[in-house]
């Protein structure tokens, strides 16, 4: 089964900057639609960014011109640079398809948590 695996999450004061990554299978992950979600106690998980397999971008207004969602479809690699990091970004945060569930499941997530 295909798996998802994120990293780079961790604790950053506000204003300060991180670097997410998230590995899949390259076979699937380079012809899919992939997207950054993240999820905050007691919220639902939302979609933040997203890139086509071509690398057309679209972000939520939220973190529109902070984040920036790139992608090595050769590696099989996704990142997401997050700057100026406020309170309200701290959440776990995923990496998975747009559509439909090529890769079966979810991954665990990597936290991020913006406190000082």
């Known amino acids: 089964q295909a798996q998802l695996v994120e990293s780079g999450g961790g604790l950053v004061q506000p204003g300060g900057s991180l670097r997410l990554s998230c590995v899949a299978s390259p076979t699937i992950f380079r012809l899919t639609s992939m997207g950054w979600y993240r999820q905050a106690p007691g919220k639902e998980r939302d979609l933040v960014a997203r890139i086509t397999s071509g690398g057309l971008t679209n972000y939520a207004d939220s973190v529109k011109g902070r984040f920036i969602i790139s992608r090595d479809n050769a590696k099989g690699t996704m990142y997401l640079r997050m700057n100026s990091l406020k309170p309200e970004d701290s959440a776990v945060y995923y990496c998975?398809?747009?559509?439909?569930?090529?890769?079966?499941?979810w991954g665990q997530g990597t936290q991020v948590t913006v406190s000082s």
């Open positions: 998975n398809a747009i559509s439909g569930n090529p890769f079966g499941s």
